[in-house]
């Protein structure tokens, strides 16, 4: 609507004689005034890509430099009016875009910057870890003994592991039972992301953690972890691609492209420019991974992406922090089917957000209020 006022009224207005200048900038004021209009009526107030509507100063900073674009290269575009308008419109689009992002990008970070300080999450354990296992029967015993090795000096009763058998069809449960987990059988296989909110919903931990069954990040990288979250943070995840982050063992080099391309896929989703949105390792206040994982509704790979997107959208504080990486030979990831899955996904959560299925009115968020800062 807005763009058909812009290049209606300015080709209108030439054709009545006007000049070029008063022309373009009396379209572009009321397509201004259009798009302002119809943002405030149809978008949702909560989106994170919203919020920039709720700052009359930036819609105008921007507005008067997407104007001053449009005007130079309707000044360059030849005599006709039409052609000239349309290049000149798609000019200061992409200046509207970008500035916005650069803007959006301050505020998402700033709002993430600063632990919270909320009060202590209520739960039995300091820690517990949700790791999610599709077929994994030759070494979910090992990997449970290895945990408890690494971890267990955290709590005077241990650490809580929950085995989530991703629908696995083999002894996955019987063994973890046996070695001394707590399992959540799914009848089927859903995904990761539906393995691992299956265990945040019955974990006891403060703090809740998950990693992967291959080990590929060693447990005891989860200790620094939890310290963070104890120190005020709501979310922390691992960075693969943080300059203190060591890797023992690459990735091959498929696999390495296709976590590249959806980085780079994140960007058209998320404000935040996270390097590293994939990483197997991240842990959460309980009651933030309660409520994250509750809204959550995709169950594949793509969940980790949903995740960040949800932190921004109700304005959590995330820390990134280095890893050691350590990739497994043998995983359940299939790189092509995985990553056309993980793009459409993608497209689902942004459009899930347009939509307002992420809609959540802050007062309704059960948790406690951060704790102001004393200087």
């Keep these: 609507m807005a763009t058909v006022a812009d290049v209606g009224l300015y080709v209108a207005l030439r054709d009545a004689g006007w000049n070029l200048l008063p022309s373009d900038l009396f379209a572009l004021v009321a397509s201004a005034a259009v798009s302002y209009a119809m ?4 978008w949702l107030r909560r989106d994170p890509f919203r919020r920039w509507m709720h ?14 674009v449009d005007v130079v290269v309707l000044y360059a575009g030849g005599d006709n009016h039409l052609v000239a308008k349309l290049i000149a419109l798609g000019c200061a689009a992409l200046v509207r875009m970008l500035a916005y992002r650069s803007l959006l990008l301050r505020v998402v970070r700033a709002e993430q910057s600063s632990p919270a300080q909320r009060d202590t999450p209520v739960g039995e354990y300091r820690l517990s870890i949700v790791v999610p296992a599709f077929r994994e029967s030759d070494r979910i015993a090992a990997t449970i003994a290895t945990i408890r090795e690494q971890l267990n ?30 399992v959540v059988r799914l009848p089927k ?22 990693l992967d069954a291959d080990l590929a990040y060693q447990p005891n990288l989860l200790e620094s972890f939890v310290v963070e979250i104890e120190n005020g943070w709501d979310v922390v ?4 691609k943080h300059v203190a982050t060591t890797t023992l063992a690459q990735a091959g080099r498929l696999r390495e492209i ?3 391309l959806v980085n780079l896929a994140t960007h058209a989703l998320l404000l935040g420019h996270y390097r590293d949105t994939q990483c197997g390792l991240k842990a959460f206040r309980s009651d933030v991974a309660r409520m994250l994982f509750s809204l959550g509704r995709i169950d594949g790979f793509a969940f980790d992406v949903e995740l960040f997107h949800l932190v921004e959208r109700y304005r959590l504080s995330l820390h990134e922090v280095p890893v050691t990486v350590e990739n497994s030979e043998r995983s359940t990831v299939r790189l092509v089917a995985d990553t056309r899955q993980l793009f459409a996904d993608l497209f689902r959560v942004r459009r899930w957000a347009a939509r307002g299925v992420y809609d959540l009115d802050p007062s309704t968020i059960d948790l406690p209020a951060p704790k102001p800062v004393i200087s």
């Excluded at 700052?55 to 001053?68: E, N, Q, R």
């Excluded at 955290?154 to 987990?181: F, H, K, M, R, Y």
């Excluded at 992301?193 to 998950?210: I, K, L, P, S």
């Excluded at 995840?237 to 693969?240: D, E, P, T, Y």
């Design 39 to 42: 943002h405030r009526i149809m």
């Design 55 to 68: 700052s009359p100063a930036m819609v105008l900073a921007v507005a008067v430099l997407a104007g001053f």
């Design 153 to 182: 000096h955290l709590d005077p009763n241990g650490v809580e592991i929950v085995v989530v058998d991703d629908g696995s069809g083999d002894a996955t449960a019987d063994i973890a039972e046996q070695a001394g987990a707590h």
């Design 189 to 210: 296989n859903v995904g990761k992301g539906g393995a691992v909110r299956a265990g945040v919903q019955v974990a006891n931990g403060r703090t809740v953690a998950f």
């Design 237 to 240: 995840v691992g960075n693969r």
């Design 258 to 260: 296709g976590g590249r």
